[in-house]
């Protein structure tokens, strides 16, 4: 172990300087040497109060990856086998970067024997142990369930050994707010199976830096009759809903407003008009007051369909849907946080099946599931009029949504479910 240390130079390695054996009447034992860093584990850091952004956690995950690489590429390669958040250490915040990471304490450092392929081991530390390390084998791969489960530490602030756990893996993905792709690729790097991990940290490296797009499909493009503005960078995505406008449906709804709200005004009238009793009076303008109500909503909802529009933003943070219309702006629902998001889900089949069997038509739309509250994206053009022909006929309604829907995907890193 200490002529592996003596040929590890790598700068996030404290470097080796001496061992010793300790034979005192208390204490015996093998002592190695290495350079001094004056840094805080991940682990104090944690306990001080420190909370890791998504950004900290992939910085840190890079910069451990490549000290990874590193020792796995080594020949034979080098097996560190107690990757765990104290032996990680980590300097001052320097602009805009975590700090300088450095990994420690080699004491447990193998190099994988050529016989048998692998290593005879039962080191490591419980909790950031694969499955694997139990029964006395190490791989590469050992090292990067170690990582992940390091990382999920510092996502959660909690021991591995505290969080649930499915099927013989760390359940972690409710208790963290990271974009999907990154809790995909932490699973995946904590897969008790050794088979079913990155099967080197040069892998891992790449998937992280590169997320797999969830749903491989042709690339659909805007319709040309669709009035979506769409606006994305890497920070943030912006989808905005023009008015409607002038439909022959808010013709009806705007006649109908009319006659009801004149109705109401001459109802008003008489009331005040015909002399009565003034409690009598009173009671008869308490009962109007839910039909004015249906009134004003019938041309607010005929201003809206003519000027609003609504606004779907998506950013690092937080996922939100505004209305606005004639300077008035209202979220419904309330933003939510961007890691909340759990599900794209798209319908465009025009119906759905309730339990007794019945077929009901429903209106096409894309529905953001975060949190458990629906962000509900509904087509700028029109769908066919009838359940029959939105099955079998060329449905633009459906065309846009499904694009909208893939842009969305990508850019979420979200696979698409279908209503």
Not at 225 to 231: A, C, Q, W
Not at 271 to 276: D, P, R, Y
Not at 370 to 390: C, D, E, F, I
Request: glycine letters at 6%; proline letters at 5%.
């Amino acid at each position: 172990e200490a002529q592996t240390l003596k040929n590890i130079k790598h700068p996030a390695i404290p470097n080796y300087l001496d061992y010793f054996e300790l034979n005192l009447p208390d204490c015996k034992g093998f002592a190695l040497v290495q350079e001094y860093i004056a840094a805080p584990s991940l682990e104090e850091a944690v306990k001080l109060g420190r909370k890791f952004s998504e950004s900290e956690i992939q910085e840190i995950a890079t910069a451990l990856l490549n000290i990874l690489t590193y020792l796995h590429q080594q020949q034979p390669s080098i097996i560190h086998r107690d990757i765990k958040p104290s032996n990680i250490l980590l300097t001052d915040r320097s602009g805009n970067s975590v700090g300088q990471v450095y990994l420690i304490d080699f004491g447990a450092v193998k190099s994988v024997a050529s016989s048998e392929g692998g290593t005879i081991t039962v080191v490591g530390t419980y909790g950031y142990m694969p499955p694997e390390q139990f029964g006395g084998h190490t791989t590469p791969a050992s090292d990067l369930f170690s990582l992940g489960a390091t990382l999920i530490y510092l996502a959660t602030g909690r021991h591995p050994t505290e969080l649930p756990s499915k099927d013989g893996k760390i359940d972690f993905a409710k208790s963290v707010r990271l974009n999907h792709s990154l809790v995909r690729w932490l699973e995946q790097i904590i897969e008790p199976s050794c088979e079913r991990r990155f099967k080197t940290a040069t892998e891992a490296l790449q998937a992280l830096k590169h997320p797999i797009v969830i749903e491989e499909k042709i690339r659909l493009k805007q319709p040309k009759y669709s009035h979506l503005k769409l606006d994305k960078t890497k920070e943030a995505i912006e989808v905005m809903f023009p008015a409607k406008g002038f439909t022959p449906e808010i013709l009806f709804i705007g006649l109908f407003a009319l006659f009801w709200n004149g109705f109401m005004i001459a109802w008003t009238g008489i009331g005040i008009a015909v002399s009565m009793p003034t409690n009598m009076s009173i009671m008869m303008h308490l009962f109007s007051i839910p039909f004015w109500l249906i009134g004003f909503g019938l041309i607010g909802s005929v201003i809206f369909t003519l000027l609003g529009k609504t606004q779907l933003q998506i950013d690092s943070e937080q996922i939100s849907l505004t209305y606005s219309c004639l300077g008035i702006k209202y979220q419904t629902p309330q933003a939510a946080n961007r890691g909340d998001i759990e599900v794209i889900e798209c319908d465009t089949t025009g119906w759905q099946i309730e339990k007794n069997g019945k077929k009901v038509e429903i209106v096409s739309r894309i529905t953001l599931w975060a949190n458990g509250k629906a962000y509900n994206l509904k087509p700028t053009v029109k769908q066919p009029s009838n359940m029959a022909n939105r099955m079998t006929n060329y449905n633009p309604a459906s065309v846009e949504l499904n694009w909208l829907a893939q842009e969305l995907s990508e850019w979420l890193r979200l696979p698409i479910t279908r209503g």
